[in-house]
């Protein structure tokens, strides 16, 4: 049954170091990755890899997210996870010669499962020289049944306030899921959506049909209750996207 995957950036939220063993300009924002609007990019010189770190080994993640993947279509880039940091690595993903199927707005960005990499100490994308890195998203999906839900939107041209800094949004989404577990609640609830930059997928594109969205939800969802089920509802601004 297709579903609607909501992903957050899990592992930024969870690490206590992003790092970069290049030597990039001062003037780059390396947090732009995890979390910055679309335009913001990290130039990767030499070729290197950025990292999301947590020693305790508490990173967790089954879904990978890079915005702008459209320019690196052809290049070598590489996702590793890293059980002892920084030890020897597995590759979560391996991109030679990298030509996916690309979703998003303007067909611009990758998405990709993968089985549950667990209780890392952490996350490394490997990409070459003189790279343009815009956001890397590393995240436990959660999944809703996507079939006869309530899809509305409106054209805006507006700035929301997020974190000490305005992100420029086109598109207001209203949603509306209906036959919710208990558990996908909870696990809702575990997600702290408010203000919070996320995904959302399509997985059959029937609601959101570039597939994958990237927006703002500044309010948590609205839960009611119908016996043992539940309806969630949600708002959501999509970011402004840049050619």
């Not at 420029?168 to 919710?180: G, K, M, N, Q, R």
Request: aromatic fraction near 14%.
């Amino acid at each position: 049954m297709p579903t609607l995957n909501l992903i957050i950036n899990d592992v930024f939220e969870d690490c206590l170091m992003l790092d970069s063993d290049t030597s990039a300009s001062g003037t780059d924002n390396l947090f732009s990755i995890a979390q910055g609007e679309r335009y913001m990019s990290y130039n990767v010189s030499p070729a290197g890899t950025i990292s999301y770190i947590n020693k305790e080994g508490i990173l967790t993640a089954d879904t990978f997210i890079l915005t702008r993947a459209d320019l690196l279509v052809g290049e070598n880039i590489y996702l590793k996870s890293y059980s002892s940091y920084s030890g020897s690595s597995t590759n979560v993903y391996n991109g030679a010669s990298f030509n996916p199927t690309l979703v998003g707005y303007e067909d611009q960005d990758f998405y990709y499962e993968f089985t549950t990499e667990a209780n890392k100490e952490a996350f490394g994308l490997q990409v070459p020289n003189n790279s343009k890195i815009y956001q890397a998203y590393l995240g436990t999906r959660l999944e809703f049944d996507f079939v006869n839900e309530v899809v509305e939107f409106e054209k805006i041209s507006d700035r929301i306030y997020l974190d000490d800094r305005y992100y420029l949004v086109d598109e207001h989404y209203f949603i509306s899921l209906t036959a919710v577990s208990q558990v996908q609640v909870e696990a809702l609830k575990d997600k702290d959506l408010s203000n919070k930059l996320v995904f959302l997928y399509d997985e059959s594109g029937k609601h959101i049909p570039e597939k994958l969205l990237h927006g703002i939800i500044l309010n948590k969802p609205k839960v009611e209750v119908f016996d043992d089920l539940y309806t969630v509802s949600w708002d959501i601004y999509r970011l402004k996207g840049y050619a």
